[in-house]
């Protein structure tokens, strides 16, 4: 092998330990990674609340659900939907996520934690 | 490139040991930069398996000869499409096209997941890191591309002439794909044991993986299928062979967990049976690349035997043994959130349908690892064949045919046997209008009877689906719509739903094919002089002449047959044999004639040295039914992976 190939391959390898080891000198920016989580968690899990609702929605239109069970089913299905929106909601306040300016999320999150420590 | 490419592949596999400890370490350590850092080395990891594929795939391009693994399977005389294919046609070059399709898969799931809670993500890939340092671990060790052979022959071996054949190029990345796509799946369920987080969320993460793997798996089999029936001339495309069974076997248990999983998102059931169903798939997957590499069953598709067998059995024993410990370990965490409420009920049908793919997989399964059975029990082995598969196979497709149809009407939770009945009264009438036409028109075979009856019944309860669909979103205020706009609308904004529906479509189709096989015409005609003439199946066949060609590498004698019907010409066919030299190797090349009826199909079988021709022909009707169902069947595929659009509306 050329010498040219080996100093190719000690570059490549270099490069590759470097980028795996980014992360692990590197620290990470913008909120609690915890937290992040939790919001995208929250989201989808929404989603998925909604999508059984429309499809709760399609199959009783169509027939494939007896209205008796409709009637069960349907509740049951807004209410998993209500609870992740407020979830949502919920945690979008706390991170001041909803909010666009980043001096009005700065004062939000700096009220949440002055709340939070009044609380304790 | 022989050192280049073994570095390659060493730091291929060191890296991935370092993603999948990382990983292992972020899952024990709870820690986000340790998940972030096992995602890079994933992508480096991809990086080095991608340089070690590329520099085989330039050997091979360029013939380069010094390399054991070139010369014995391409030859200068290949065009490039075939040396493409040669960089999995051998048993090592196609270990590492699999650790290297597990690479990419990984990849994607790197991409894909990156902003998932890493409670989920980190095993899942410490998983995937695994199984590809396993495949890794074979390339370096065990059977490994990059061998310099004991001297530089001028020209190579070339690649079995069976396999030079467009199809066979494409047909066995197809199959890779399905098996390798398997993996992510079942990583996720590792994941969701590990982790704990046993509810829909796993589900929601492998959906796509699920759906694209087994599209995969279905694609390779109906391609594989096609090679049978063109290359190998003996007029059918599937014969239970052991390679053919080892990939239908997952994609069976995977139809049977995409669709089990819908009970689970709805109504949080079969928690248990969907790991059990991801698992086994995958495990399944493994089960077959142990068939076709140890050579512990013979196959006309398998690789020389090896020893690399060991290896897979262990592999597969320690995947088994983790999968069910695992899902032990957790089992009080996957308890149904709610109960049967009725056996007139979707989900009664999912777990009639759940039993009875897998009861399809093991009854193959069986038949396949039969002979090892017979072998170990008697010390003779025993071989079971199409007769044992046929019998067994047949009313269970039949039944999974039934289910097929009564999936779109049966209700949630509970239906009445009236209300059963109403949904399915007009698809029953036109089942049995069809059976009575069928019976006027002379056919008696039961099989195809019930087959053609369910084929009616099936279509007339999808066609049901999409009017009832069309029917509400016309409610919804949709009235002006045409009905094509409708049907279009309707599919686009659901395609999980109605996508499902065309791949049910497709498999009536596929199923209206298997019907055809019940008549299936055969003739034969012997010794014929030029100008004979001799029927079959109606059609009038005179055989012209023949015709011999020479190439450097192949000789080829084709035989001139006219067909006519009526006294009236109506095409010319050119079945022809081919003399491979160099592999000193002989093939039958058939003609087809397709309609959609049937296919008329002429084998050149036999030529003496005065000249006299044998033929063989077939009729086989309705075949061309089960390859458009194929495609049918893959197109809806494509549409369930579509993300459902967020309104009814628009």
Known sequence: MTVLVWILLILLVGIGLGFIAMPLVRARGGGSPGQADERREALREKEGALQLLRDLEQDHRTGKLEPEDYAVLRPEAEARAIAAMKRCDGLAAETGADVEDPIERAIRLERVRLERGASR | ?650
């Open chain 2, 1 to 650: 490139m022989i050192q280049l490419g073994s570095y390659c592949v060493y730091l291929a596999l060191a890296v991935t040991a370092l993603a999948g400890a990382l990983g292992a370490l972020a899952v024990w350590k709870k820690r986000r930069d340790l998940t972030d850092a096992a995602r890079n080395a994933i992508l480096v990891a991809a990086g080095f398996t991608t340089l070690a594929v590329a520099g085989l795939l330039y050997a091979l391009l360029v013939g380069d000869y010094q390399i054991q693994y070139v010369w014995q399977n391409s030859d200068r005389s290949m065009s490039l499409f075939y040396k493409l294919g040669a960089l999995w046609g051998g048993q090592s070059g196609s270990i590492l096209f699999w650790g290297w399709l597990m690479s990419l898969y990984a990849v994607g799931v790197v991409i894909r997941h990156r902003n998932d809670p890493d409670e989920i993500v980190a095993p899942a890939l410490t998983t995937l890191m695994f199984i590809q340092g396993f495949f890794l671990t074979l390339v370096g060790f065990v059977a490994r591309p990059y061998t310099r052979g004991a001297f530089i022959p001028p020209d190579g071996n070339g690649l079995n002439p069976l396999l030079q054949h467009p199809i066979m190029t494409i047909h066995p990345p197809m199959l890779y794909l399905g098996f390798v796509g398997m993996a992510v799946p079942f990583a996720f369920a590792i994941g969701a044991l590990v982790s704990g987080r046993l509810g829909n969320e796993w589900i929601k993460r492998i959906r796509f993986w699920a759906i694209l793997a087994w599209l995969f798996l279905a694609a390779g089999n109906v391609l594989g299928a096609r090679w049978a029936y063109v290359e190998l001339g003996w007029g059918g495309y599937w014969a239970w062979d052991p390679v053919e069974n080892a990939a239908f076997m997952p994609w069976l248990v995977g139809t049977a967990f995409l669709h089990s999983v819908i009970i689970q998102e709805r109504r949080g059931m079969f928690k248990v049976w969907n790991m059990l169903l991801v698992m086994t798939a995958f495990i399944l997957t493994i089960t077959g690349t142990f068939i076709t590499r140890s050579g512990i069953v013979s196959s006309v598709h398998a690789f020389a035997q090896s020893s690399i067998g060991a290896w897979f059995a262990a592999f597969l024993t320690f995947l088994i043994v983790a999968s069910i410990g695992l899902i032990v370990w957790r089992r009080g965490s996957m308890r149904s959130e709610n109960n049967l409420d009725s056996l007139v009920s979707r989900e009664a049908g999912f777990l009639l349908n759940n039993l009875i793919l897998l009861g399809g997989a093991f009854t193959v399964l069986l038949g396949t690892f039969f002979p090892i059975l017979s072998e170990a029990v008697r010390h003779v082995k025993v071989s079971l064949g199409p007769p044992y598969f046929n019998t067994i196979m047949t009313p269970i497709g039949l039944a999974l045919l039934l289910l097929v149809g009564l999936g779109p009407v049966i209700a949630w939770k509970r239906m009445s046997l009236s209300g059963l009945w109403k949904a399915l009264s007009l698809p029953v009438v036109i089942a049995v209008a069809a059976a009575g036409v069928l019976v006027i028109f002379g056919v008696r075979h039961a099989y195809a009877l019930v087959t053609f009856a369910l084929c009616a019944m099936v279509l007339m309860t999808i066609v049901g689906e999409f009017v009832r669909g069309v029917r509400a979103r016309r409610a919804l205020g949709y009235a002006h719509e045409s009905i094509p706009v409708a049907m279009g609308r309707l599919i686009w904004r659901q395609p999980r739903r109605y996508g499902g529906s065309i791949v049910h479509i497709g498999v009536v189709m596929m199923f209206i094919g298997f019907a055809g096989a019940a008549f299936i015409g055969e003739w034969e005609a012997k010794s014929l002089n030029p100008g004979a003439k001799f029927n079959a199946g109606g059609y009038d066949l005179t055989f012209q002449g023949l015709e011999e060609s020479a190439s450097p590498d192949v000789e080829t004698v084709k035989a001139d047959v006219l067909v006519s019907r009526h006294g009236h010409d109506l095409f010319r066919l050119t079945p022809h044999r081919n003399w491979y030299r160099k592999a000193e190797q002989l093939s039958t090349e058939v003609a087809i004639y397709s309609t959609w009826r049937h296919d008329l199909y002429v084998i050149l079988a036999d030529l003496d040295d005065t000249g006299h021709a044998s033929f063989k022909v077939y009729i086989n009707p309705l075949v061309n039914w089960f390859w458009w169902g194929g495609l049918v069947m893959c197109l809806g595929g494509i549409l369930v992976l579509l993300p459902p659009k967020q309104r009814m509306a628009g």
